[in-house]
């Protein structure tokens, strides 16, 4: 029988790198599953998920079948019961999605499959997963990264309260990636962690 695909998580807070150590784990052979990127797909092309939202939301706030997210984030900002029926709505798609992705690559032959969500923990993302890779970097640093990107330090600071803190990630995590370096350090460190990863036992699910 085919070796089982071991299933990692990737996260961290907005602007460690969650990304670019994604796209070198990419490289590696290593399977890519944005959890972002189904949400927001989800959102866009999935009946219920779309009735759903205009559900909580507001038939208005779709405009030529694109959900206004920006509103919405304001909206579930203020109101924790919306953000509630949002998550339940998404989360378990998501969870879903992923697990095919998993069944595909392992199909495959593929070693391991990587889950990037900018929130993990918080959506419950983590069941199933083998283990988990935290990437941190320095506060000051995320923030120059994020700058340069064109966020301002307001917009940082607001995204930031809405995440786990860095000391909460790494708290939870089985290996970790600091990236307070260059690319090329990044690059090496991703090669590290990714033999250390496939060094771990699985978990039991
Ligand atoms: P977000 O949560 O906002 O999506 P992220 O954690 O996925 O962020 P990336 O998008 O990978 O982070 O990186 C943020 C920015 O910093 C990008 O523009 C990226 O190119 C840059 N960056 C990441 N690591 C380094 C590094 N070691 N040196 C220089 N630039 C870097």
């Known amino acids: ?23 070198f784990l990419r490289a590696l052979g290593c399977e890519i599953f944005s959890a972002d990127i189904e949400a927001k797909r989800l959102q866009e092309i999935d009946p219920d998920v779309v009735a759903g939202i205009k559900n909580i939301f507001g038939k208005e706030i779709y405009d030529n079948g694109i959900p206004n997210r920006k509103r ?31 069944r595909r690559a392992e199909a495959e032959g593929k070693t391991m499959i990587a889950k990037e ?7 419950g993302g983590e069941k199933g997963l ?34 786990f803190s860095q000391d909460e990630l790494l708290k939870r995590a089985d ?6 370096h260059s690319l090329d350090l ?10 250390k990863l496939l060094a771990l036992p699985y978990r039991n699910h």
């Open 175 to 180: 290996v970790v990636i600091w990236n307070n």
């Open 72 to 102: 919405i984030a304001e909206i579930i900002f203020d109101d924790k019961e919306k953000l509630a029926q949002l998550n339940a709505l998404i989360h378990p798609k998501v969870f879903r999605a992923f697990d095919e992705a998993a």
């Open 130 to 163: 083998d283990a988990v890779l935290v990437v941190a970097a320095d506060l000051d640093i995320r923030i120059a990264r994020l700058k340069a990107r064109g966020l301002s330090e307001a917009d940082i600071r607001a995204r930031m309260s809405r995440q």
């Open 1 to 23: 029988m085919a070796k089982r695909i071991k299933r990692i998580g990737v996260t961290g807070g907005i602007g460690t790198g969650k990304t670019t150590v994604c796209n």
């Open 186 to 195: 990044l690059e090496a460190e991703t090669k590290h962690a990714y033999l």
């Open 117 to 123: 969500a900018a929130i993990l923990f918080e959506s």
